[in-house]
């Protein structure tokens, strides 16, 4: 039996990278996926790939009314809905904090928050009725800067900080019959991109020289992941079956970034 039959989910940011990875592995275990994305070319391509399996939504997170729709289509096309992946996220490509001045930091920090932080309480908000009417789940993507400085600026490591406190009060307030979970992944390689507000709206994470490298280095395990390194701990996360007992959980997929230790260790 596949992890997820049957199952009714909602992605925002599922048309690329983590999202889309985590879309093509739910509908892998059976599942229907409504995908909330920017793109109509991301919404083709993913018809393309997946047909019916899938209800393509077109808006921003940043707008309740395109929250609400995306949840009213996944009822309407598949009558419930059981696991909301609020994902859909920008980068601020780690300008230092004193190269930005005031009005900059200003401007930037309502854009960021709006997508990366507003963007997952509206669509949490938007899901309440369903999840509560399947007893489902929520799993939002946050980040190793959830924990760690240093894998973005100080706009980003802020954000996926304030996430933590989200996973924790929506646990809190939404049990016994929603669970809150969330999965962390470290240094992936996506097209993550940047802010309109400091001109990087063009600029993608993995066109940034020398980033797998980097991520290689830093982390234990010795490489930079794929999208799809994420997408089983989403499943986990999203089984009700599998993880019955567990809310308030993040799940790092972090090639050990806990462990990265002072000096060094590793042989060959
Ligand atoms: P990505 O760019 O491939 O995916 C992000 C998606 O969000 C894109 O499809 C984009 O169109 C969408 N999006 C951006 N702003 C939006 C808006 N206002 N409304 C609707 N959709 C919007 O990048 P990704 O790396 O897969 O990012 C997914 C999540 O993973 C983000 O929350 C990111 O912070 C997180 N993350 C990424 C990494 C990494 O190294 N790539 C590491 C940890 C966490």
């Known amino acids: 039996m596949q992890a997820l039959q049957d199952y009714a989910a909602l992605v925002t940011g599922g048309g690329k990278g983590i999202g889309r990875a985590v879309v093509d592995r739910f509908v892998a275990e059976g599942a229907r996926v409504g ?26 997170v940043r ?40 009005p900059e930091l200003a401007e930037r920090f309502d854009e960021l928050m709006a997508v990366n932080v507003k963007g997952y309480l509206l669509a949490a908000r938007a899901a309440l009725e369903p999840l509560r009417a399947s007893r489902g789940a929520i799993v939002f993507t946050l980040s190793s800067s959830s924990f760690h400085a240093g894998g973005g600026g100080v706009l980003y490591v802020t954000a996926k900080h304030a996430l933590v406190g989200t996973v924790r009060q929506l646990a809190f307030e939404l049990a016994p019959e929603i669970r809150v979970n969330a999965v962390a992944p470290g240094g992936t390689r996506t097209g993550l991109g940047g802010l309109a507000s400091a001109g990087a709206e063009a600029t993608r994470l993995d066109a940034v020289d020398g980033f797998d490298r980097m991520v290689a280095k830093t982390v234990p395990l010795g490489f930079l992941s794929e999208p799809d390194d994420h997408a089983a701990a989403y499943v986990l996360l999203a089984s009700r079956e599998a993880a019955r007992f567990m809310t308030a959980v993040i799940l790092p997929s972090d090639g050990g970034l806990e462990v990265r230790g002072g000096g060094r260790r590793r042989r060959g």
Do not use: C, M
């Not at 909330?36 to 018809?47: K, T």
């Not at 009822?75 to 996220?89: E, H, M, Q, S, T």
């Open 35 to 60: 995908v909330l994305v920017r793109a109509g070319a991301d919404a083709d391509d993913l018809i393309a790939a997946h047909g019916d399996a899938v209800a393509p939504v077109i808006g921003d």
């Open 63 to 102: 707008s309740w009314d395109d929250n609400l729709r995306a949840v009213e289509t996944v009822v309407d096309r598949f009558g419930k809905l059981d696991v909301l992946v609020p994902n859909a996220g920008v980068y601020d490509f780690s300008v230092p904090f004193e190269d930005q001045t005031g």
